[in-house]
């Protein structure tokens, strides 16, 4: 048994030799990782089309399995038995590659995400297994949602190389759509990322998990609630959720950039799909609600009965998730599509802009503290240099429009 | 109803009693028997002016009303009726003029059910039913012909094998010809321009929007059973 | 006082505002449209007579004494008109007349053929006045009736606008239908007895403006809308009128004319209107056919094709190149004909001929030829030819033209009166055989002479007499060549495309290899193979004897056909052709008029273009014809043949056509020899067709079907007294030593001495008394 020290970051594999509980544990932790992220997507799929039919009068799926529990796996096996084509005119190894380089980040970003842990009576979220103490995440590195953020710009990759590899017009549409879109919600989503980094002071998620011990300890008060709905906005653009799914519109473009694909192909994108908003609810629930972590307001902390310490966790993450995932489907069975200049639009001219200036806005507060100022006239000086901006960004607007106008351009 | 309002709706359309599907009538449920097969069965009411499955009418002599004047197959934006008039029997007339639609059909894989051919017919031969559960299972069945598209000489329409009928379904089967017969026209609403049908004689005008307002004003629910009996 | 014409004068006016210049004496109405005011009207047609009888081209003109309303369709052009026809009195006329015409006219729109491409529906909707104001019961009629086997009159859909009854009297010369009654009864109709049974009262149907006149044919088939259409040309006689061919579904269900001024005005007779319905029928070949065990089957083409390779190839190996013989190609398209040649010429065959012996020598297309534009211009014109009226419909038409309305002078010779002898300037009677003689006498009177060197000379010539030589004819038109040097010719041969067919190469090499000598040559066992382009010789050669001894005793039979006919039953290989709408191709029409047939609908079943046939049975051979599409056989053709080369460079081929000729190197050297005197005691047989007969087309066409009547003689009523019989006795008809029996008909445009039997009718078969080595046939006629 090793001793451990107080230390915030708990990477087996970074302690040097070779033990066979710490190896043990990361497999597990990788089983565990895998398993989980496939099965949670089989269940949100499921999930999702029982609460739209529900939303629309109507049953869902009913007829496989329980309540329809194996309808995903059913439609997944139907699709493994479907032909594979493959374009004549399609870049073969870019178009076999790019399902993947979709469905690969996904996994990749649920690794960092803290499941669960021990967070009463001052453990830290930590556990102990097999005599080793760790952290109920697959892994903890110090740059944290860096990595996720860099994860998921690989998925744009996944998207874009698969419509330009199709050889077809309409996903080639779709796919520059997609990572038009993706990329400029990609700014969004790292500013308001940056609110949360200013305030956890830390890049690391169970750094910022274990930031947020109390209930006004949650980034989305922390914060203001302003990044936590810039986040939420982004991330549903990220993903290609509705309403801002016209990258595959079927109305439109057929398939969009998944047009070309079937059987195996098509389905790792649609489970990509699936997987990446799993991990996206996940991740916001890191970010911005806690994580594990129990709700705890003024010293009272909220306790599941018959549950062990050591489990809680993974319970209240569960339940948070659960929310957002149903947040999410909400989206898809009320809001009309988003069309793709107003996207932009609220892309590039609302979300950005905001998340920037909310940005500043924190940062000013937290210099004015460090530095003993008052906050109030810091948080006065800055509203005023911000409105400022606005005035200049709405003009700068009024003369684009003004200009596109008069050059007749149409959208 | 604002930004968020469309969330409630959504939201409030959990757990609701009335649905528009049904469990499968052959599926686990339903067979089990504890369960009441007739409740399980219970579908939301449709509107009266549901556009369904067409039918083709005759008057109250039982003469067919279609003279194979091509009309609703000019109009119709999915092309999916085929008509071909032909002289009428000097002896034993189908229609009453001189030409009667002597093939007739509708291709459903085609229709988009927007019931233009009901607002062009001249005679009030084809109109829709609120039958829409017709799920046919080969292309062939996919082609009503006129005999399956005629109504009976109770002035209903045919049931064929595959269709799943719930009771009241084949009453209204005029309801949009009659909504749209003024087409448009103020002065028209109220007046009873249409003809006998075979098995219901010569239905009532439509309740004007005022009428119609006051009446559901005044009991809702009374308005929903109305619709269901019919 | 001198004759001198005026000469024409262009004349200024203003038509809304816009310069016009116009030929003095041209209609108002026309010179408004040419310069792009439409005049909304019903009764004006450019082929007819204007009557002023709808009043709807009312338009408002303005001369030397004010204002006033004009009917333009009557009103000639003047110098310095303004003519407004949208001004407010204008207007309000052209809706004022609607308004009248509409309101006894039925709301028949449902249930009307016409509706879609009627007038009166487009013309109320851009000229009309929007509502009526008329509530009183309209006129009632029963309606429709059936005023022939074709066409139906429904009398309350009619709006008077005399059309009909002037296309009947003006254009057709049966005028079997006017106005009777009178105000507002007055109603188009037939003569007591008489049904409107004229071979142009399809053209009614095309030329009403509303749906009073429908054709039985197309009643109810289909609306406008489901129609789609091609323009094309009929093939269905050597006219070749320019014709659109509108199907729907795949079918084909109507025809319509076109004008060309060249050739047809846009009339059509009723046999290429309505023969369409033969293309649908079920009767069709639809799939190869062998024979096995005595009955032919259906086989795949493959089987089909190496059966008749494997004919020919032991055919040409064992007896040569000349025991194969090919008959027919003219009911194809040049191209087909074209193939055909080639692949006789690849494999050596000199024995060919698309004429069945009852046409003319192919020498008389190398005589100097004339138009049908350039024969109705001539100064005379002289008839050597079968009755016109009956054969080529449309070209009746327009003799009856240039002899009613323009100066030309119609000579006709023949055994029998016919539809033009009523318009002809001199009708010479004559026993058949004796034109020769009776010709150079005409001729060498002072008035026929003085004609002649009045202008141009055109002889309108063909096979007259089925059961006589055509050297007769050929004689004749020698005596008028040799008295006016400048006389041209036009070869009224029968069938669609002789004269493509002959120009491709399906001619015989020499006159004594035509096809009577090729059924001699198998009846005599010479010819071991006939190949049978589209042609029936069993009901079409004139010696039904000759063709049934060849049939008999020829080895092997290969047809091409689309339906099963008297002599493809023989066959023992039947490939099945694409009948006319289902191929594109190229025809010749007698005046050599080049243009296209186009293809509306797809084949029936697995049946092929002629050329496609030839090139595959080539390729069975061995043989590459290097076509592999109708591109590339057009062109090759286009190239191959001298004559077809004025159609690569023209577009015109598409419309009005393009005329080809042969170069001219024949003379045919006159001399008045006759057929010898006939004996007093017998009759000499005139056979000729009439329009309706068991012609495919016709039969397969259940409207015209009905229309062919039963075989008959016909003799003048001073022989049926000298015979002492009555009409419909059985008489007994007798020649070379066979007989047929046939009812009598009292006939006097039949001259005396003469018995006419039309050809191909029901009944008996009056074929089997012609020889096609005796000049003439003279009968004996006994009562049964």
């Known amino acids: 048994m090793v001793r451990i020290a107080a230390h915030p970051m708990l990477d087996p594999s970074l302690e040097g030799g070779m033990l066979w509980a710490p190896l043990i544990i990361v497999i597990l932790k990788v089983l565990v990782v895998f398993v989980v992220g496939l099965v949670a997507t089989m269940l949100m799929v499921w999930f999702e089309r029982k609460v739209i039919a529900g939303m629309q009068n109507r049953i869902g799926p009913n007829k496989a399995g329980p309540f329809g529990l194996l309808q995903t796996l059913a439609d997944g096996i139907k699709l493994f038995f479907k032909e594979d084509l493959l374009p004549r005119r399609s870049d073969r190894f870019v178009f076999a590659l790019a399902p993947f380089l979709s469905f690969v980040p996904a996994f990749l970003s649920f690794a960092i995400i803290p499941l669960g842990g021990d967070f009463r009576d001052g453990n830290d979220g930590i556990v102990t297994w097999f005599g080793v103490q760790t952290r109920i995440q697959l892994a903890d590195p110090h740059i944290g949602v860096l990595f996720a953020l860099a994860i998921s710009s690989i998925a744009v990759y996944g998207i874009m190389l698969a419509g330009w590899s199709s050889g077809s017009k309409y996903p080639l549409l779709g796919s520059v759509r997609a990572s038009a879109q993706m990329v400029s919600y990609e700014a969004a989503l790292g500013l308001s990322l940056a609110c949360v980094i200013l305030a956890s002071g830390t890049l690391s998620t169970s750094g910022i998990v274990a930031a947020q011990a109390t209930l006004t300890d949650w980034n989305v008060i922390a914060t203001g609630v302003v990044p936590f709905v810039i986040f939420l906005i982004a991330a549903t653009a990220e993903l290609n959720r509705p309403p801002f799914d016209l990258v595959e519109a079927e109305q439109e473009l057929v398939g969009g950039f998944n047009t070309e694909y079937s059987s195996i192909r098509f389905a790792l994108f649609y489970l990509a799909e699936f997987m990446n908003t799993v991990t996206m609810s996940a991740m916001i629930v890191t ?122 351009v149409q959208f | 109803m604002g930004y968020l309002g469309g969330f409630l709706v959504t939201f409030r359309q959990h757990g609701r009693k009335n649905r528009v599907t049904t469990q499968y009538s052959g599926g686990r449920l339903f067979k089990r028997k504890k369960r009441n097969a007739k409740s399980m069965d219970e579908k939301i009411y449709k509107p009266e002016r549901l556009h369904g499955r067409h039918v083709l009418n005759r008057y109250e002599d039982g003469m067919e009303k279609c003279i194979g004047c091509e009309l609703c197959a000019a109009v119709c934006p999915a092309k999916c009726i085929h008509v071909r008039g032909a002289d009428n029997d000097p002896d034993n007339p189908t229609s009453p003029g001189e030409r009667f639609g002597w093939i007739y059909e509708i291709n459903y894989l085609r229709c988009i059910h927007c019931d233009l051919c009901v607002e062009a017919c001249p005679t009030e031969a084809i109109t829709e039913t609120k039958l829409f559960e017709f799920s046919f299972t080969n292309r062939k069945d996919a082609i009503y012909t006129k005999n399956e598209l005629l109504v009976g000489d109770d002035g209903k329409p045919r049931h064929l094998p595959w269709e799943d009928w719930r009771p009241g379904e084949d009453q209204h089967t005029s309801a949009w010809m009659r909504a749209t017969a003024a087409a448009g026209d103020a002065s028209f609403v109220g007046v009873v321009s249409w003809a006998g049908e075979r098995g219901y004689g010569v239905r009532p005008a439509e309740a004007t929007q005022a009428q119609a307002d006051a009446s559901e004003a005044a009991s809702p629910e009374a308005e929903a059973e109305a619709e269901v009996k019919h | 006082m001198t004759d001198t014409v005026a000469p024409k004068t262009t004349v200024s006016l203003t038509v809304d505002g816009r310069a016009v210049e116009a030929q003095s004496g041209e209609l108002l109405i026309t010179a408004c449209e040419r310069s792009g005011s439409f005049v909304p009207h019903f009764c004006y047609h450019p082929r007819m007579s204007p009557v002023g009888m709808c009043r709807q081209c009312i338009v408002e003109v303005e001369g030397p004494r004010g204002k006033a309303l004009v009917v333009s369709c009557m009103t000639p052009v003047a110098e310095g008109q303004a003519v407004s026809t949208t001004s407010e009195p204008a207007k309000r006329a052209q809706e004022g007349v609607l308004e009248l015409l509409l309101a006894n006219h039925p709301l028949d729109c449902p249930v009307c053929d016409k509706g879609g491409e009627c007038p009166l529906q487009d013309q109320a909707f851009s000229h009309g006045p929007g509502e009526s104001r008329y509530v009183e019961e309209k006129r009632h009629y029963e309606k429709p009736i059936p005023i022939s086997d074709l066409v139906f009159l429904d009398r309350e859909r009619c709006i008077l606008c005399d059309r009909c009854t002037r296309f009947a009297g003006e254009v057709a010369g049966d005028p079997l239908i006017s106005f009777t009654s009178r105000g507002n009864n007055t109603q188009v109709m037939t003569f007591p007895d008489e049904p409107f049974s004229s071979y142009f009262s399809g053209n009614t149907v095309q030329i009403c403006p509303v749906g009073a006149l429908t054709s039985s044919a197309y009643r109810f088939k289909a609306r406008p809308w489901d129609l789609d259409q091609v323009e094309s040309t009929c093939t269905t006689c050597s006219v070749g009128c320019r014709t659109v061919i509108q199907s729907s579904r795949d079918e084909l269900v109507r025809y319509q004319g076109v004008d060309i001024e060249a050739v047809n005005w846009g009339w059509l007779c009723d046999r290429g209107r309505f023969n369409f319905e033969s293309v649908n029928s079920k009767n069709r070949v639809h799939t190869p056919l062998v024979r096995k065990d005595g009955a032919l089957a259906e086989a795949t083409w493959a089987t089909a094709l190496d059966a008749a390779g494997r004919i020919l190839r032991t055919v040409l190996n064992d007896k040569g190149p000349d025991a194969v013989a090919i008959i027919g190609g003219a009911r194809g398209s040049n191209e087909d004909a074209f193939a055909w040649s080639k692949l006789a010429d690849a494999l050596g065959i000199t024995a060919r001929d698309a004429q069945l012996g009852d046409g003319l020598p192919t020498e008389v297309f190398a005589l100097p030829q004339a138009t049908i534009a350039q024969t109705c211009a001539s100064a005379t014109i002289i008839l050597l030819a079968p009755d016109i009226k009956e054969e080529l419909p449309v070209l009746y038409l327009r003799l009856r033209d240039a002899a009613e309305k323009r100066t030309a002078r119609i000579i006709e010779v023949s055994p029998r009166a016919t539809g033009l002898s009523a ?72 069938r669609g495309n002789v004269r493509g067919a002959v120009t491709a190469g399906l001619a015989p090499r020499r006159a004594d290899t035509d096809t009577n000598a090729i059924l001699a040559a198998a009846a005599a066992g010479r010819v071991e193979c006939l190949v049978l382009l589209g042609a029936d010789p069993l009901s079409d050669v004139p010696d039904a004897d000759l063709v049934r001894r060849a049939f008999a005793s020829v080895k092997h039979v290969v047809a091409v056909d689309t339906f099963i006919t008297d002599s493809s039953r023989h066959a023992e290989v039947v490939l099945p052709a694409a009948a006319y709408g289902e191929k594109v191709g190229t025809t010749t029409n007698c005046e050599g008029r080049v243009s296209d047939v186009a293809q509306k609908i797809t084949t029936a079943g697995t049946a092929r273009p002629d050329w496609m046939i030839a090139a595959e049975l080539a390729l069975e051979l061995g043989i590459d014809l290097g076509v592999s599409s109708y591109d590339e056989l057009h062109d090759s053709m286009v ?65 015209l079907a009905p229309l062919a009547r039963e075989s008959a003689v016909h003799l003048h009523s001073s022989d049926a007294v000298r015979l002492g019989v009555r009409e419909g006795s059985d008489l007994r008809v007798a020649a070379n030593g066979s007989a047929v029996v046939l009812p009598l008909v009292i006939d006097d445009a039949v001259a005396r001495g003469v018995a006419f039997v039309p050809f191909h009718q029901h009944g008996s078969d009056v074929r089997q008394l012609i020889r096609h080595d005796v000049p003439v046939t003279d009968v004996v006629i006994e009562v049964v």
């Open chain 3, 639 to 703: 190239a191959s043949v001298p004559a077809f080369a004025p159609i690569a460079q023209s577009n015109s081929v598409r419309h009005e056509g393009v005329v080809v000729e042969h170069p001219v190197s024949v003379r045919i050297t006159a001399s008045p020899r006759s057929a010898a005197p006939r004996l007093t005691h017998q009759f000499r047989l005139h056979v000729a067709r009439v329009m309706y007969d068991r012609a495919v087309g016709t039969a397969e066409s259940p409207s």
């Open chain 1, 287 to 408: 970010l911005f609600f806690g994580g594990p972590q129990p709700v705890s307001f003024r010293g009272v902390t909220l306790d599941i009965p018959f549950v062990p310490n050591a489990l809680e966790g993974t319970v209240w993450l569960l339940a948070k998730v659960l929310v957002f995932l149903y947040i999410y489907v909400w989206f898809r069975a009320t809001l009309p599509r988003l069309r793709y200049d107003q996207l932009m639009d609220l892309g590039w001219k609302v979300l950005i802009p905001g998340s920037l200036a909310w940005f500043m806005l924190l940062a000013a507060q937290r210099l004015a503290r460090n530095e003993g100022w008052n906050v109030f006239v810091t948080t006065a000086a800055a509203v005023m240099a911000l409105g400022v901006c606005y005035v200049l960004l709405q003009a700068a607007f009024t003369v684009s429009n003004d200009t596109r106008e008069r050059e007749g």
């Open chain 3, 423 to 494: 318009y002809a300037w001199k009708s010479v009677r004559h026993d058949p055989g004796d034109q020769p003689r009776v010709m150079s006498e005409l001729l060498a009177t002072a008035e026929v002479a003085a004609q002649l060197s009045r202008g141009d000379v055109t002889v309108v010539m063909g096979r007259g007499n089925l059961a006589e030589s055509a050297e007769f004819t050929l004689l004749a038109t020698g005596a008028v060549l040799s008295a006016a040097p400048q006389t041209r010719v036009l070869p009224v041969v029968r």
